[in-house]
C-alpha cells in the first residue's frame, strides 16, 4: 500500500513569488492535513480538509490556503512568500475527519527555501 | 499550546530499554495519549495511543499512571534506528475537528 506522497520534495522560490505544494494520501483516506514545521516554531497546523471541505483551520495568515479535489488528493498554495515561510510543509492522511482514531499517516514533506 | 511537557533530550544504550516520560497533569476525561515519532528529514510516525490502561504493540508500550497526569513510552530494545523525536500529544478521542498539537518533544538519542 502506497503512503503519502508529496511533491515537489525540494524547491526554492524567492520573495514576492507563489508556490503550490501537492499532496496524495493513501488510497481510501478522505481527510488530509498540513503542517508547517521550522526549527523555531516546531509542527504547526495549518488546515485540514475531508470530502472537499476545509474542516479546520490553524492560525496562519490568507495567503496559506488550500483545497482538496474529489479524489481526495489535496494542493496547498502559499502567496507573495517571505522569508520566513521557508519551512518544511508536511501532508498527512487519515481514514476519518482529523484522524479520528488519532493516527495520521505523514508524508515526507515538501522542503520549501525562500530567498 | 501542547498540553504535555516532556524532557528536551534523553540518551539510551543500544539494546537497553528507552523509557520516555510525558507529563500532562491537566488531562481531561476523554483525552487519549498518543505518542509519534520523527526521524530526521521524515515525516512523524505514529506510535501508539492510550486512554487509561497499559498499552503496548509491535513497537512500544504506554504506561498510563492511575491519576492518568503523567505517562511513559516505553521502547523494550532500543535500536539505532529509533534515533528520533517523540512526541506525546492529548488530544479528545473522536474529535475529528481537534487538530494534533505538537510541542517539542524529547530527542532521543540511542548510542552503540
Known amino acids: 500500500k502506497a503512503g503519502v506522497t508529496q511533491t515537489p520534495r525540494y524547491l526554492i522560490k524567492t520573495r514576492g513569488q507563489q508556490v503550490t505544494l501537492s499532496c496524495s494520501p493513501i488510497?481510501?483516506?478522505?481527510?488530509v492535513s498540513w503542517y508547517q514545521q521550522t526549527p523555531g516554531q516546531g509542527l504547526q497546523f495549518l488546515f485540514e480538509?475531508?470530502?472537499?471541505?476545509?474542516?479546520n483551520k490553524g492560525n496562519f495568515p490568507g495567503r496559506f490556503s488550500g483545497r482538496q479535489f474529489s479524489n481526495s488528493r489535496s494542493e496547498m498554495n502559499v502567496s507573495t512568500l517571505e522569508l520566513g515561510d521557508s519551512a518544511l510543509y508536511l501532508c498527512?492522511?487519515?481514514?476519518?475527519?482529523?484522524?479520528?482514531?488519532?493516527?495520521?499517516?505523514f508524508g515526507e514533506g515538501s522542503r520549501l527555501t525562500v530567498l | 499550546d501542547a498540553k504535555t511537557t516532556q524532557p528536551p533530550s534523553m540518551d539510551c544504550a543500544e539494546g537497553r530499554a528507552a523509557n520516555l516520560p510525558c507529563n500532562h497533569s491537566?488531562?481531561?476525561?476523554?483525552?487519549?495519549v498518543y505518542w509519534y515519532r520523527q526521524i530526521h528529514s521524515q515525516g512523524p510516525q505514529y506510535i501508539i495511543h492510550?486512554?487509561?490502561?497499559?498499552e503496548t504493540n509491535e513497537m512500544a508500550s504506554l504506561i498510563i499512571t492511575e491519576d492518568r497526569k503523567s505517562s511513559t513510552l516505553i521502547l523494550p530494545h532500543a535500536t539505532l534506528r529509533d534515533t528520533a523525536v517523540y512526541y506525546c500529544?492529548?488530544?479528545?478521542w473522536g474529535s475529528g475537528n481537534t487538530p494534533l498539537v505538537f510541542g517539542k518533544g524529547t530527542r532521543l538519542s540511542v548510542i552503540a
Open positions: 491537566t488531562i481531561s476525561g476523554n483525552e487519549y
Open positions: 498527512a492522511s487519515s481514514v476519518a475527519q482529523g484522524g479520528t482514531a488519532g493516527e495520521l499517516f
Open positions: 488510497s481510501g483516506h478522505r481527510s
Open positions: 492510550g486512554l487509561k490502561n497499559n
Open positions: 500529544i492529548v488530544r479528545p
Open positions: 480538509y475531508f470530502s472537499e471541505t476545509q474542516r
